[in-house]
């Protein structure tokens, strides 16, 4: 039974990983006018023609629906409302689902398309998964396994088993 119980957390343990491993991400941005943004997986294929919704603060039903474009790509022309924030919230294939509130930027200082590309840069850095991460990983299995080992070790010594 033991046995079959550190198989069972085994398997889990390197398996969970990978649920994370293909989540759904977006990012928006609303200048007033038009809300943009885009949407995609964590290996930075883009969520295309994915159904979206727009929420306004203290709504419960979308104010607006979408869908994505071939690239992640959606822009919603959407009257300004004081004091309000928007949250978007995209539905992908597979049940993945993800919701972010959209920045508020102001159109006259910059270009949309700047400032849509430098947060289209700053999302990918922040949701890419870096080497450091992985090794994080398998160093926090290892160092289970090493108490594990160390647990079984001493009820040896002691004579338990």
């Given at each position: 039974?033991?046995k079959?119980a550190?198989?069972?957390a085994?398997?889990?343990a390197?398996?969970?990983?990978?649920?994370y491993?293909?989540a759904?991400?977006?990012?928006?941005?609303?200048d007033?006018?038009?809300?943009?943004?885009k949407?995609?997986?964590s290996?930075?294929t883009?969520?295309?023609?994915?159904?979206?919704?727009?929420?306004r603060?203290?709504?419960?039903?979308?104010?607006?629906?979408?869908?994505?474009?071939?690239?992640?790509?959606?822009?919603?022309?959407?009257?300004?409302?004081?004091?309000?924030?928007?949250?978007?919230?995209?539905?992908?294939?597979?049940?993945?689902?993800a919701?972010v509130?959209?920045?508020?930027?102001?159109?006259?200082?910059?270009?949309?398309?700047?400032?849509m590309?430098?947060?289209?840069?700053i999302?990918?850095l922040k949701?890419?998964?870096y080497?450091?991460?992985?090794?994080?990983?398998i160093g926090?299995?290892?160092g289970?396994?090493?108490l594990?080992?160390?647990?079984?070790?001493?009820?040896?010594?002691?004579?338990?088993?």
């Amino acid at each position: 039974m033991k046995k079959f119980a550190f198989l069972t957390a085994l398997f889990a343990a390197c398996y969970l990983p990978n649920a994370y491993a293909h989540a759904l991400y977006v990012f928006a941005q609303y200048d007033g006018q038009t809300l943009s943004g885009k949407s995609y997986y964590s290996d930075m294929t883009p969520a295309a023609e994915t159904y979206l919704e727009v929420f306004r603060s203290g709504v419960s039903d979308p104010v607006l629906t979408g869908k994505t474009d071939r690239q992640g790509v959606f822009k919603l022309s959407i009257a300004d409302v004081p004091h309000t924030t928007l949250k978007v919230v995209v539905e992908g294939d597979e049940g993945h689902r993800a919701s972010v509130v959209a920045a508020h930027t102001s159109a006259e200082n910059q270009s949309g398309a700047d400032l849509m590309l430098l947060r289209e840069d700053i999302a990918h850095l922040k949701d890419k998964i870096y080497l450091h991460d992985i090794l994080g990983g398998i160093g926090y299995i290892v160092g289970i396994a090493g108490l594990i080992a160390l647990r079984n070790a001493r009820k040896i010594k002691q004579g338990r088993i």
